[in-house]
């Protein structure tokens, strides 16, 4: 079985670099990231919590716009494949199944800016 779980992008300005640009969002069970294709600039995200709950349960009002995406995932619960909530905050991160309920739930854990990395194309 395949370890990745969600792998999306989503293209807004960055918070780092002020760019409008692809924010690569990638998704396993013990981790989660966000990186921001133009400047490098990358938030990692830790489990807390995976739980069955309720849409919204997990998403504090915050004063930043949360990106809400929809992709498809196997599910870790149901283990169907199926449409996946993606609510990307800027200290969570969650992904929940829509059939069963299943949320993974993150928490920002650290950022960093891979710039080198990024550089060589
Ligand atoms: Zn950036
Ligand atoms: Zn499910």
Redesign the pocket.
């Known amino acids: 079985m395949s370890d990745r779980f969600i792998f999306t992008k989503h293209r807004t300005d960055?918070y780092?670099?002020k760019?409008v640009?692809d924010q690569i969002i990638k998704a396993v069970p013990n981790k989660a990231q966000v990186a921001?294709d133009?400047?490098g600039?990358t938030r990692v995200f830790v489990p807390r919590i995976q739980e069955v709950a309720q849409p919204g349960s997990f998403t504090p009002i915050g004063k930043y716009p949360v990106w809400e995406l929809v992709q498809d995932a196997e599910c870790r619960n149901c283990h169907t494949t199926g449409l996946h909530d993606i609510t990307v905050g800027t200290r969570h991160l969650s992904v929940r199944c829509r059939k069963c309920g299943f949320t993974h739930f993150y928490k920002f854990d650290l950022e960093f800016i891979a710039k080198d990395e990024l550089k060589i194309h």
Request: proline fraction near 0%.
């Open positions: 960055c780092h670099c760019q640009a921001c133009n400047c600039a």
